[in-house]
């Protein structure tokens, strides 16, 4: 069964510092999303990656998807403290379901 | 604007109660899952169902059950509360297969075992 793993597992950064964190799958990706959750509560979808090479920015969240390395960064600039929380990949599995990566929780200092 | 709503928001059991989970969501969403999340485990798929009477087990279905007798409700059962299920649960709900359409989350049920 495929299995992601994410690097960092934790990251603690300085307001205004940018930061990358990854996702890297055990298989082929043939689509990737990236989650946020803030502490204590749901999930909340940030973006999608369909293609190789492909890559989507939202506010100041950049995602990347590398076919080839089976892996998918994402990369936030000027961090701010409402950046704080877990951010997870997932991808599609068997049709209707998904795999989601164990989480790389993010704290930023003021 | 509700979306996904889960009740209790915290729960506390004592080792062999029952309890039901609560899931409902307005946006006519055929696609419905429970997952449980464990820190540092990220989330793990228990049930999921694709539409009204259709339920299927996911990765850890084990000492769990759930039925969709609508499209809005997706109850998630705890017959014999076990430690080991004290976790995080999580119900999201998708207008289509989860490849195409992100999944909606509920803000989750903190449930302990006691």
């Known amino acids: 069964s495929q299995e992601l793993e994410q690097s960092p597992q934790s990251l603690i950064v300085q307001e205004g510092k940018n930061l990358t964190i990854n996702c890297t799958s055990s298989k082929t990706l043939y689509g990737l999303y990236w989650y946020k959750q803030k502490y204590g509560e749901g999930l909340i979808f940030l973006m999608m990656l369909q293609k190789g090479g492909e890559e989507k920015s939202h506010e100041k969240i950049t995602a990347k998807l590398d076919e080839k390395k089976q892996q998918s960064s994402l990369h936030i600039t000027a961090s701010q403290p409402s950046h704080a929380g877990i951010y997870l990949c997932?991808?599609?599995?068997?049709?209707?379901?998904?795999?989601f990566g164990p989480g790389t929780s993010l704290s930023v200092i003021p | 604007n509700a979306g996904v709503t889960q009740t209790p928001k915290f729960r506390i059991l004592k080792i062999g109660q029952s309890m039901t989970l609560q899931c409902a969501q307005d946006m006519n969403h055929n696609y419905m899952y429970w997952y449980r999340q464990d820190p540092g485990m990220g989330l793990k798929l228990i049930y999921y169902s694709v539409g009204a009477g259709i339920t299927d087990k996911g990765e850890v279905p084990n000492g769990y059950n759930v039925s969709r007798s609508t499209t809005e409700y997706f109850p998630l059962r705890l017959e014999l509360a076990a430690p080991s299920q004290t976790s995080v649960y999580f119900c999201?709900?998708?207008?289509?297969?989860?490849?195409?359409?992100?999944?909606?989350f509920g803000d989750g049920t903190r449930l302990s075992i006691l």
């Open positions: 999201a709900s998708s207008s289509q297969r989860f490849s195409n359409q992100p999944q909606h």
């Open positions: 997932g991808v599609p599995y068997q049709y209707d379901k998904v795999i």
